[in-house]
């Protein structure tokens, strides 16, 4: 588990030394979608003018460049 997904999880559930479940805090994780959905509100208000076709290929750009680090 990455560290963010450690410092949410209440308790680990291992099988064969991966994670498979977590005990989570409902209130930490509805603090953590309220940011999340106040984010992809200012993405989505600032390619709100921005082609599909060009924002797309800007996603692909970037997925690919993490993939290649």
């Known amino acids: 588990m990455r560290d963010s997904e450690q410092q949410l999880a ?3 559930m291992n099988e064969d030394g991966s994670p498979v479940a977590a005990d ?3 209130e930490q994780l509805a603090r953590m979608r309220e940011r999340f959905d106040a984010l992809r509100g200012k ?3 600032a390619y709100a ?3 599909i076709e060009e ?4 996603i ?3 997925v690919a ?3 290649r680090r």
């Open 10 to 12: 209440v308790g680990a």
């Open 24 to 26: 989570v805090d409902p």
């Open 43 to 45: 993405i989505a208000d």
């Open 49 to 51: 003018d921005v082609p």
């Open 55 to 58: 924002g797309m290929a800007e």
């Open 60 to 62: 692909d750009a970037a």
């Open 65 to 67: 460049s993490e993939r």
